[in-house]
């Protein structure tokens, strides 16, 4: 059987853990946007998707990293 302390501290715990997760979902689909919207903006090729983008770009940084 576990004391109060340590089911208060579990309670705690994890709703530490929830609003960590929600943070960290809530900066990373920012920074998706933010990130999406550049290569619309900057980097996009006439013709090309967002998509075909991103994979060109993934593309051309592995070739950058080989050499």
Do not use: C, P, W
């Not at 715990?13 to 933010?34: C, H």
Request: proline share 0%; no cysteine.
């Amino acid at each position: 059987m576990k004391s109060k302390t340590v089911e208060a501290n579990e309670k705690i715990a994890e709703d530490v853990m929830t609003g960590f997760q929600k943070i960290q979902d809530g900066v990373v689909n920012e920074f998706s946007k933010i990130e999406d919207s550049f290569i619309s903006r900057y980097l996009l090729r006439e013709g090309e998707s967002l998509d075909e983008a991103k994979e060109r770009l993934k593309r051309e940084e592995q070739e950058i990293r080989i050499k």
